[in-house]
């Protein structure tokens, strides 16, 4: 449902913007018989709803049309860059959550001690630091100085992993560091919660250790904000990977997408932006399967 | 099955020393405004297989005096003086963690709400489970056995379907039973039941109650059972102990306490209470006044600013706890004891 | 208080205990001096005051916006004027914080630079703040279909990646001043208008917005006088991290070229302008990152401050 609402809102959205998509495709100085031939081979011709019925009936089939510009199916293209955009999103979040757990189980421990306040302010820090801000003083910092990890390239995952993290750890990392601060801080504050409940109480009272009690009792029923955050946070992830993309060459979605705009490659744009969307809603679907596995009581309600 | 659990779920108390002695016990909450004293010089015995029941209205302490024998406090601010004596160990001398060996193993907890008090997202098998694998090292197999024959003696009868229910799905009474199965399932010789009953209904309000006593005189263990409600700590339990203000303002038999209360505040809860007692003109007697504030307490006896009986020197001399004429056992403090028999009134029959 | 921590002080049975609803309130207040003294266990410390750490990033805000406005009255030179100095040159008396490749003066640009950040950020919440929390206060109060339609919709708009419709508007129309502001204003519709939403849920069936339904006020003198002040604050909260997400929205688009067009100089087109240089002249790109970063810490650690003196706990996305 929502992704069908979804696809007629990436429609629309390029179809309502005023003026010709074939003028804007070809650019100001273009002939009227050059309009006219690519308004024809678009469809633009016919009625919208014709335009979209057979947009979307190609789109179910996986054709998202052909690239104006590079004469390649989209299709194609997306295929190649998507795994670029799912291992980083992947990898981030696995940076952030190793960083997040750890810090907010120590934080919610010894509460206003000194990691705990050393960890919350820092956490404002990260919050502030948005892939664009961040990046270009870790590249600095670590490629261009000390040429730890290098600023650019990409390797395939599949024939070369470990060039391939190599080159993946540093644009990872600059789109954890958001991440982090929001895991951080939510675990935190449901962990205080919890550890306030009576069954830990009991749980201790059984003579469980404190680390017995904190992983086995405290974590679980702690992390349903967590993973509701980490379903919405991916909406802001894929805007956040393009930005990481372009900075760091990688041949991802975004970068994809960023192109397509400057060479106005319409039917790249289009497909792209389609399939992250549906990709988005995706996660926020398995999410909620996913909390359903946590939370038995979700489960049967 | 009482035979079975006999076997599995205690030894048979039987030295001569009480399993437990409490002496002078005080504890204070440490906070911003100054210290504020909960349990004020508590002392008694228990013996094995016995249940105390110790009442008191909301505040009085008795909840405190529970967990300062367990020693376990959600917050570190606490301050506990006095002696706990435990099958001859000292408990308030020992480290953490030697207490927190004993804790599971020797004694339990059973909480007054099994809603909040079981964890909502982990099968409540295993969390009677995870006390004889986690503490008693028991194998994975062992100890399910453990917490299903646990869960059987505290009579839930297809213990092995409800082993891998999820609280949510269990009604209150079979909750509170899932508890007392955590907390017999390792063999502890003294439980501390806080409100045990107090979120269920009559019936099986009832039915935890025998359970309860039934446990405790089949395996040997003590009870230590916390309730505000006169009609539970009368009909379950072989002693009373009131406490008002912080401290133990009559103790003894629970037959003694009930039929022949001493302590004013005593009469007056038991007169307070429709399901013990009717009263001749068929009216309740609620008790005047407010409860004492605990950070203003005067010099004299914490209840006569509300007891119809008191005089200056109430108000000014703290009366100790004195052995009553009929029975050595029954202690109480007061300067105006009451003296005729509220059996007339009984309406429930006490032990 | 902690639930379950003092479950001794709240236990109270009035059939048993207390038959007069006079001992019975007793109890309560009784239960406050001693709850007082074990508050100190389970709060932060601070929470009730906002502290001095919050009127220094307040203030930095403001000086922020002040240079903002006022930039045309300080004494800097034209912040696209190139050879305003020597080009790539560090800090000296004439050019503060040096220049850049061209020789523009970066300190005439980094504050000229706030202003677009500002005035989107600013502008879109306003307008966001005033079309999404009206109509969350009135779905909130009204209930019915109104509200279900309405919050219906608002989680299809939220179904969509909101950077990605950024890039997509941008990618057959160029980015002008008050398109970006509208832009980000539909953006901030939805969840300012579930915020506002949840919290006017919270607080119409509280006791005291029941009492003057009771006493016959109007709908709308409920909404205003009663609910409004009530919400209000965790509203302003939520809607300053609002300000720190445009900040963040907008300059991810400049730093991708896809906001307001060049020269005009923005935090993000300076920082992605600079990283070329990044090898020779590290500061061209690090200044504005810094003043960007600066301005989020600020954003976002006052209206936490904001949110947790007010008592609630919105979620931090």
Request: net charge neutral; proline share 6%.
């Amino acid at each position: 449902m929502i992704v069908f609402v979804i696809s007629i809102g990436v429609f629309l959205l390029l179809h309502l913007l005023p003026g010709n998509p074939a003028y804007a495709i070809l650019g100001p100085g273009a002939t009227p018989l050059a309009v006219a031939k690519v308004t024809r081979q678009l469809g633009l011709n016919k009625p919208l709803i014709d335009q979209y019925v057979t947009w979307l009936t190609r789109a179910l089939h996986g054709n998202l049309g052909t690239s104006y510009l590079t004469e390649q199916p989209v299709s194609t293209t997306i295929g190649h860059a998507f795994p670029v955009d799912l291992e980083l999103v992947i990898l981030s979040q696995l940076i952030a959550f190793a960083l997040a757990i750890p810090m907010a189980i120590t934080a919610a421990r010894r509460q206003a001690s000194i990691l705990d306040r050393i960890f919350t302010m820092s956490s404002f820090g990260m919050l502030s630091l948005p892939a664009f801000v961040i990046g270009v003083p870790l590249v600095l910092a670590v490629a261009v100085t000390v040429h730890w990890f290098p600023a650019t390239g990409y390797t395939p995952i599949y024939s070369q992993p470990i060039t391939n993290l190599h080159e993946m750890i540093l644009p990872s990392i600059t789109l954890a560091v958001g991440s982090v601060a929001i895991y951080y801080r939510l675990l935190r504050t449901d962990l205080i919660a919890t550890l306030q409940e009576e069954f830990i109480t009991l749980a201790r009272s059984k003579g469980l250790s404190n680390r017995e009690v904190m992983y086995r009792h405290a974590l679980r029923p702690s992390t349903f904000s967590v993973l509701t955050a980490t379903a919405i946070n991916v909406g802001s992830l894929l805007g956040g990977a393009v930005v990481v993309e372009y900075l760091f060459g990688l041949p991802g979605m975004g970068l994809l997408l960023v192109n397509g705009i400057y060479s106005r490659d319409y039917v790249m744009v289009q497909g792209v932006i389609l399939t992250l969307a549906v990709a988005f809603v995706l996660v926020n679907f398995l999410a909620d399967i996913l909390y359903r596995v946590i939370d038995p009581r979700v489960r049967h309600a | 099955m009482k035979a079975r659990a006999a076997t599995s779920f205690g030894e048979d108390a039987t030295s001569s020393a009480p399993l437990l002695r409490v002496r002078s016990l005080t504890t204070s909450y440490v906070g911003e405004r100054g210290s504020l004293r909960v349990v004020d010089d508590v002392s008694f015995s228990l013996e094995g297989g016995k249940v105390l029941s110790v009442v008191g209205e909301s505040g009085s302490g008795k909840t405190a005096l529970c967990r300062s024998i367990m020693r376990l406090f959600p917050t570190s601010k606490v301050h506990v003086d006095g002696q706990v004596i435990f099958d001859d160990q000292q408990l308030l001398e020992l480290d953490d963690l030697e207490m927190s060996e004993l804790w599971g193993t020797r004694i339990a907890m059973v909480f007054q709400d099994p809603m909040s008090s079981l964890n909502p997202v982990m099968r409540v098998g295993n969390q009677v489970a995870e006390g004889p694998r986690r503490r008693l090292h028991m194998a994975r197999s062992a100890a399910k056995e453990r917490a299903i024959s646990a869960l059987k003696s505290a009579g839930i009868a297809d213990a092995k379907q409800r082993y891998s229910r999820y609280p949510h799905e269990l009604s209150g009474g079979l909750r509170q039973r899932v508890a007392i199965a955590i907390a017999i399932a390792n063999g502890p010789k003294l439980i501390l039941a806080d409100e045990p009953t107090t979120g269920l209904d009559v019936t099986v309000q009832a039915q935890i109650l025998s359970l309860v006593n039934q446990l405790s005189h089949s395996a040997g263990i003590a009870v230590i059972m916390v309730t505000h409600d006169l009609a539970v700590a009368a009909s379950a339990s072989d002693d009373i102990a009131v406490m008002y203000a912080g401290r133990v303002v009559e103790i003894g038999p629970a037959r003694e306490v009930i039929g022949h209360p001493r302590m004013r505040y005593t009469e007056a809860l038991l007169l307070a209470s429709p399901r013990l007692y009717q009263t001749p003109h068929a009216r309740l007697n609620a008790i005047a006044g407010r409860p004492p504030d605990p950070l203003d307490l005067g010099p004299g006896c914490a209840f006569s600013p509300r007891c119809p009986h008191a005089d200056s020197r109430c108000f000014e001399e703290r009366p100790e706890l004195t052995a009553s004429s009929e029975d050595q056992r029954h202690l109480y403090a007061c300067w105006h004891p009451a003296s005729a028999a509220l059996d007339e009134f009984a309406k429930l029959a006490v032990k | 208080m902690p639930e379950g921590t003092e479950s001794h002080q709240v236990d109270i049975d009035p059939d048993t205990l207390h038959n007069d609803a006079h001992g019975h309130g007793g109890a309560r207040a009784r239960d406050k001096t001693s709850a007082g003294v074990m508050e100190a266990n389970s709060q932060e410390p601070g929470k009730r005051v906002l502290g001095p750490a919050f009127w220094i990033a307040v203030g930095w805000i403001a000086i922020i916006a002040l240079a903002a406005i006022f930039a045309n009255l300080l004494p800097l030179p034209n912040p696209n004027l190139t050879g305003a100095g020597p080009a790539m040159a560090g800090p000296s008396l004439a050019h503060l914080l040096g220049t850049d490749e061209l020789g523009r003066d970066l300190l005439s640009r980094l504050i000229f630079g706030t202003r677009v950040s500002l005035v989107v950020s600013f502008a879109s919440i306003a307008i966001g703040t005033a079309i999404g929390g009206s109509l969350g206060i009135v779905a909130g109060y009204v209930g019915g279909v109104v509200d279900w339609m309405a919050n219906a919709l608002a989680y299809i708009i939220l179904a969509f990646p909101p950077l990605l419709l950024l890039l997509a508007i941008a990618a057959f129309s160029k980015q002008t001043l008050p398109k970006l502001v509208a832009e980000f204003a539909f953006l901030s519709l939805a969840p300012l208008f579930r915020v506002t939403r949840g919290a006017t849920l919270a607080v119409a069936n509280r006791e005291f917005v029941q009492a003057a339904v009771a006493s016959g006020a109007g709908r709308f003198r409920i909404l205003t006088r009663e609910i409004l002040p009530s919400v209000l604050p965790s509203v302003i909260s939520y809607a300053l991290l609002g300000v720190a997400i445009v900040i963040v929205g907008e300059g991810s688009l400049a730093f991708l070229g896809l906001s307001v067009a060049l020269p005009t100089p923005s935090w993000g087109n300076m920082i992605a302008e600079g990283r070329t240089f990044l090898a020779v002249d590290p500061w061209i790109s690090l200044i504005p990152s810094l003043a960007m970063f600066s301005l989020l810490l600020a954003l976002n650690f006052s209206a936490d401050k904001l949110g947790e003196r007010f008592g609630s706990r919105e979620a931090k996305l």
